[in-house]
């Protein structure tokens, strides 16, 4: 008789247990559905237990906080995005009217001491324009839809003509670019966008660069433009936060935004692609990939 007793407890105890692991199972599933469908469903139990209960409701307290960081993150963002444009687009009502005052001024009787002061005035204006046109960039860019026109493009000679374009911005400070010869690369791309890559790049080695620049075509599974320079003090740079927004790395540096390597890594994922960075004895090695025209 007892061991019929024990039998019937063994079996019930299994069944329990076997019950237990088919609810566990159930929790599984549950989180995987959410995280493989994005959906906000609770996870719910079969089994009154005061423990798997307390577990289910703990885990739905974790995730229904998560759901709220989630949520405000976006909000923040989205602010954020807003004071951007904002910014940007108040600026540019003052700096026109600086313009023009500077140039009604130049065009009266000054003296060689004023006319110098003005020329230096009108230098820093030049200057706040163009970080400003950086803010107005990239707040176009995180708060509009990109339109892409993707077509076939030959790297190499676009790259090339871009850079002939640059000489005067490079002589006037002293910087020469060596582009490698490479045979043609064709890649899928919009044109426009990958001219803004470049002319990013180039004004970053002309505010950044401590000698001359050398440009590279390569071919692996994108094409990739690399940008490769000598830097200044790099233990200030980190190529882990170097495509971050406002990082500078150089803090001494007052007539950078910060923004030029955002934008260029922004550019290139819309075009499918991606942008990455390596600092080797002293010499700081920009790259960006783009997506490869593949012959069917």
């Not at 970080?131 to 190499?156: G, V």
């Not at 004004?203 to 692996?220: F, Y």
């Not at 007052?254 to 550019?267: A, Y």
């Amino acid at each position: 008789m007892l061991a019929i007793v024990l039998a019937f407890f063994c079996i019930l105890l299994i069944a329990y247990v076997v019950y237990l692991q088919r609810q566990l199972r159930s929790i599984n599933r549950q989180l995987t559905k959410r995280m493989q469908e994005r959906t906000r469903q609770p996870l719910s139990l079969e089994l009154i237990n005061r423990e798997l209960n307390t577990l289910t409701a703990n885990i739905n307290k974790c995730l229904a906080e998560e759901e709220k960081l989630r949520i405000d993150s976006i909000r923040r963002e989205k602010r954020f995005k807003e004071l951007i444009a904002n910014i940007s687009h108040d600026l540019r009502t003052p700096l026109t009217a600086i313009k023009g005052y500077q140039q009604l001024m130049g065009k009266g009787e000054l003296t060689d001491n004023q006319l110098k002061k003005l020329r230096i005035a009108q230098k820093h204006t030049v200057e706040l324009g163009q970080l400003i046109e950086h803010f107005f960039e990239y707040s176009y860019l995180i708060n509009a839809e990109a339109e892409l026109n993707i077509e076939r493009i030959n790297l190499t000679n676009f790259v090339t003509e871009c850079l002939a374009d640059s000489v005067p911005t490079l002589e006037e400070n002293n910087l020469v670019i060596h582009l490698e010869e490479t045979p043609p690369i064709f890649v899928l791309a919009d044109k426009e966008m990958i001219m803004r890559v470049i002319q990013n790049l180039i004004r970053n080695c002309v505010q950044h660069s401590n000698g001359d620049i050398e440009v590279r075509l390569l071919v692996m599974e994108n094409a990739v433009i690399s940008f490769r320079n000598p830097v200044k003090r790099t233990s200030e740079i980190d190529v882990e936060l170097l495509f971050n927004r406002f990082y500078t790395g150089d803090k001494a540096r007052s007539n950078t935004t910060g923004l030029g390597l955002s934008i260029v890594r922004l550019l290139a994922q819309q075009m499918g692609g991606s942008a990455g960075a390596a600092l080797q004895s002293g010499l700081l090695d920009i790259q960006v990939r783009l997506p490869l025209f593949k012959n069917k």
